[in-house]
């Protein structure tokens, strides 16, 4: 929201409060409270009839300072809506003539005394992030509505690139947007976003966290040009300063504070097929398809049924459409007995016709209006009703419907939906503000769903597809990029949303293999087989239309078949790249920026990710099979063509659809499995050490989880003049090494 007609003059509706000194400040244990009046206090007389502003400093982590700026205490108190992990550090306050200092490990905040001159700067050691000074910290009154506003506004510096807040398809870098948080249902080709997440990360390594219930709204260096202001409604803004001191340690500082992703099962990161959204399809349609699958030799390991498993006009009922699917418990064992898991579409929306809306309403299980009637619209389903998670007795009785389907044998869920939540004349069970839920209704609605998983199939066997997200929603994966487009650019901007996703703590990700909306060409779906089966999950799906390789060409099943072969292989890396994400919050897939900080030409790289630790990916996105992408300093192989590939340069190649730039960093131990068809297996039982090239005294290690995400094998490699001495602690013994670089290998 701007506040501002350009940079001196204020809108004529708004009138402005702003911090211009310190006058005095008290310390509480490990708080300390600042005082900032309005205008400066020459006199006692000045104290009169002036606002003034209240900050708060307080740590709830180590590297991280929680900033709480308040004008009328007095507010109802909302907050705080992220649930954040507060491990009580050690805090440091130093009070000079010059300056008031709040150090929480090696960040620190200082407010600068001097009259007239307030400035709050944050400091990782002695290097200056970023501050915020002059009319940057201010509450507004807009006279005509009536409506009150906190803000903020930090500086951005020269070569400064704004990134993250949620799965964005709007440009990678975020200088000059505005951005509400609002989770809606928008798609991929709108600056709509279903998981909106207030935290932002920068280049120069830190991060901001807004905690808020209702609309953060950002002028990223678009009101400002030199500032990021947020704003929210009301007379409080909470906001954690974030410092891992490098962009890669910030990401996973930021999970440390709200969350680590849950470890999917192994079995996850294989091959998902749909039934695609409105196609007609029942049981002989959905066995035809995964014995398609079977006769050209391409495996399958999840099996998920859209929208219609259930009747029209009854999402959600939760029970079979008898028309189309007459025994599912039998088919789901003959599925299961093809060594398939099976997933099934759900949304938290119960239509009139459902019969559970009736059981629903009777027992005060959805949400209502302040009338005390269910709301209800038309949109999405006829009368249909949404269920409300702040009551624990409607928690319990969707957790029970869902039961029985697991009962049967379904295996996981697909949790769709869960924004586009009502605000208007709405009154939960528990009296949460309407505003707070619009977006936090999601994380109730999949911590309802995941839990159950948890407590049902156990821990590590849990897994959900989540379309809608907010703070927290990281802990409970996969995440789900859905709604493209079958095109070129839509592919792209799906990938823009994955980085940005990543960038907001989320450790997997996937993707509608060839897009969502209409049908793509073989050629789309071929290069986008590419690109999904490189992502952590790897779905087919589609909206009108099935989205089986032999539908576009027999080239097409060849071109999946490869590429999930080499997932498979892959996936010793894969997992312990999984386990990673999990322990440390790490994202799989991740922009440059984050491995290579230091690499300015890798701030706006936006066509290619890290795939992990040690491959960088580069998806065509041209019909002519013509990419262009950087390689950062270092020798590279090409992991499907074994090309030798210098860095420290821009690279255009040119590709058929049997290969991509799938690239090993240098220095690096690469674990590939022997087995080609399963997801999950014994990764470390006959697996192949790759190494790429090693510069002269480099060292890596690389780690083999087991399908429990215990680390049962690690592998350790160093250069020392023309041999490279590898070491192997853990496995069966059964493993080989294969050398892509120069020198010798020694095993020790």
């Not at 897994?463 to 990281?474: H, K, M, P, Y």
């Amino acid at each position: 929201m701007k506040f501002t007609n350009g940079y001196w003059l204020l809108k004529d509706e708004m009138k402005a409060v702003y911090a211009v000194e310190y006058a005095s400040h008290r310390v509480n244990g490990k708080e300390v409270t600042v005082y900032l009046p309005s205008s400066h206090i020459a006199d006692r007389g000045n104290c009169l009839n002036l606002p003034m502003l209240t900050l708060t400093l307080s740590s709830p982590m180590e590297g991280v300072i929680k900033v709480s700026a308040v004008h009328h205490a007095g507010a109802l108190y909302k907050g705080p809506f992220a649930e954040i992990q507060n491990e009580n550090p050690e805090v440091v306050i130093e009070d000079t003539e010059e300056a008031l200092i709040y150090k929480s490990g090696s960040l620190k905040a200082v407010l600068n005394k001097t009259p007239g001159a307030y400035k709050l700067a944050f400091y990782e050691g002695d290097t200056l992030l970023t501050e915020s000074s002059f009319r940057n910290l201010a509450y507004m009154q807009n006279t005509k509505t009536g409506k009150n506003y906190m803000l903020e506004q930090l500086a951005i510096d020269v070569d400064e690139y704004i990134y993250g807040l949620g799965e964005r398809f709007t440009p990678f870098v975020k200088n000059g947007q505005v951005v509400e948080m609002w989770n809606e249902d928008g798609g991929t080709a709108s600056e709509i976003a279903y998981k909106n997440i207030p935290f932002y990360i920068t280049n120069k390594g830190y991060g901001v966290l807004v905690d808020h219930e209702g609309d953060v709204s950002y002028e990223i260096a678009s009101e400002k040009v030199e500032r990021i202001q947020f704003s929210v409604e009301g007379e409080r803004l909470d906001y954690y300063f974030i410092s891992g001191k490098t962009p890669m340690g910030t990401v996973e500082k930021y999970t440390e504070l709200t969350g680590k992703p849950a470890l999917p099962p192994a079995w996850s990161f294989g091959l998902w097929l749909t039934t695609s959204f409105t196609t007609n399809y029942d049981e002989e349609t959905t066995s035809s398809f995964i014995q398609g699958m079977a006769d050209r030799d391409i495996p399958l390991h999840v099996f998920h049924f859209d929208c219609y498993w259930m009747e029209a006009y009854e999402w959600c009922n939760f029970v079979w459409d008898p028309a189309t699917f007459p025994d599912p418990k039998g088919m789901l064992q003959r599925y299961h007995e093809k060594g398939l898991k099976i997933c099934v579409w759900i949304n938290p929306y119960i239509g009139q016709k459902s019969p559970l809306f009736q059981e629903g309403m009777e027992q005060g299980y959805l949400i209502k209006k302040t009338d005390g009637s269910v709301w209800q619209t038309d949109l999405w389903q006829a009368g249909m009703g949404l269920v409300d998670f702040t009551n624990p007795e409607a928690v319990t009785w969707y957790q029970e419907k869902l039961k029985t389907l697991l009962d049967m044998g379904v295996d996981c869920f697909k949790t769709d939906f869960g924004e586009r939540i009502p605000v208007k004349d709405i009154a939960y069970f528990d009296g949460s503000d309407p505003v707070k839920m619009h977006n936090y209704y999601t994380y109730l609605y999949n911590k309802a769903v995941f839990e159950l998983l948890e407590r049902e199939r156990g821990k590590g066997e849990a897994v959900l597809f989540a379309r809608s997200a907010t703070i927290g929603g990281q802990k409970f994966p996969a995440h789900w990029g859905g709604d493209c487009s079958a095109t070129y650019p839509s592919m792209a901007e799906t990938l823009r949303g994955g980085l940005s996703l990543a960038l907001s703590g989320f450790g997997f990700w996937s993707h509608d293999i060839s897009g969502f909306e209409s049908t793509a060409s073989a050629d789309i779906y071929k290069r986008w087989c590419q690109f999904g089966l490189l992502s952590s999950h790897s779905r087919l799906h589609g909206s009108s239309s099935y989205r089986v390789p032999w539908l576009f060409d027999e080239e097409a099943c060849v071109i999946l078949k490869e590429f999930v072969n080499l997932k498979c292989r892959l996936m010793p890396y894969l997992y312990g790249q999984a386990v990673k994400a999990h322990v440390k919050g790490t994202p799989m897939l991740r922009p440059m920026f984050l491995d290579f900080p230091e690499d300015k030409a890798c701030d706006t790289l936006d066509k290619q990710y890290m795939f992990g630790d040690s491959l960088l990916v580069a998806p065509v996105f041209k019909e002519n099979g013509e990419v262009q992408y950087y390689l950062p300093e270092g020798t590279w192989y090409n992991l499907i063509t074994g090309a030798k590939v210098e860095g420290g340069k821009w690279r255009k190649e040119t590709h058929d659809y049997h290969s991509l730039p799938l690239m090993v960093r240098p220095s690096t131990i690469l674990p590939m499995g022997n087995n080609e068809v399963d997801a999950a297996y014994d990764f470390a039982d006959g697996v192949t050490l790759i190494l790429s090239e090693f510069a002269e005294g480099a060292k890596a290690e690389a780690e083999i989880p087991d399908l429990q995400g215990n680390i049962v094998m690690k592998a350790c490699a160093q250069r020392h003049g023309e041999e490279i001495f590898v070491s192997v602690e853990g496995g069966n013994g059964n493993f080989s090494v294969k050398n892509m670089g120069s020198g010798t290998v020694v095993v020790k």
